[in-house]
């Protein structure tokens, strides 16, 4: 089963708008990450997190992280059409260095 | 820096055939990973190598499918022999520790 699961599956919003994307995992983590996917392209690193942060700033991103919960938020401000893609979450389960990823989130950015 | 580099990009066989997906590393980096992914099984991690060393091969599907390194700058999976339920995007990624992995652009496998 996948350890980190997001939410929504699907998200259309207006440019301008902001985004928040969930994402919920299952065992403790060292550390999550946000990765992004354009359509047809492989995934880019966005964003990593460890388990002893509760937020993360980058750009126009913010990460937040509540170990007690077993969740994760990550808000992209002020969207652009370009951002549209999948947002994935990944996990490194605790321990090793098998890194989980979640379903994802399909964003959908209207101009 | 070119990136991870992935060939080919597109591969189309015919069931029982071999396929040997190609994988270069970006230089420097100490870990490399094989996913795939599908529409209904999303990313999944097939294999991981350190130092050229496979650590977790869990999520290779069968004795099908296998992963070699003989060196820091290329790996390959193979599958023998490939079933239309391998028909899937295979992505190579490699990184300097296990987080923050850099992705190639990934081979679309269809098998007829």
């Known amino acids: 089963s996948q350890q980190g699961e997001e939410d929504p599956q699907a998200l259309s919003i207006q440019e301008g708008e902001n985004a928040t994307m969930n994402c919920s995992y299952k065992?403790?983590?060292?550390?999550l990450q946000w990765y992004r996917q354009n359509s047809g392209r492989g995934l880019v690193h966005l964003i990593l997190i460890r388990s002893n942060e509760r937020e993360k700033h980058s750009g126009r991103l913010r990460v937040t992280l509540d170990t007690s919960k077993k969740s994760s938020s990550l808000l992209i401000t002020a969207s652009r059409a370009a951002d549209t893609a999948s947002y994935f979450c990944a996990t490194d389960g605790g321990g090793g260095f098998k890194t989980i990823f979640g379903a994802g989130t399909r964003l959908f950015v209207k101009a | 820096d070119a990136g991870v580099i992935q060939s080919p990009r597109h591969e189309v066989t015919e069931m029982g055939q071999e396929v040997t997906l190609r994988c270069k590393p970006i230089?420097?980096?100490?870990?490399l990973f094989w996913y795939r992914q599908t529409m209904m099984r999303g990313l999944e991690l097939l294999i991981y190598?350190?130092?050229?060393?496979?650590?977790?091969d869990s999520g290779m599907p069968e004795d099908r499918f296998s992963a070699k390194m003989p060196n820091a700058s290329f790996s390959t999976l193979k599958i023998q022999p490939s079933e239309p339920r391998d028909s899937a995007v295979y992505f190579c990624?490699?990184?300097?520790?296990?987080?923050?992995?850099?992705f190639g652009p990934g081979t679309r496998l269809t098998v007829t």
């Open positions: 230089s420097g980096h100490d870990y």
């Open positions: 990624a490699s990184s300097l520790a296990p987080a923050e992995q850099y």
């Open positions: 065992t403790s983590i060292n550390n």
């Open positions: 190598f350190n130092n050229n060393v496979p650590i977790d």
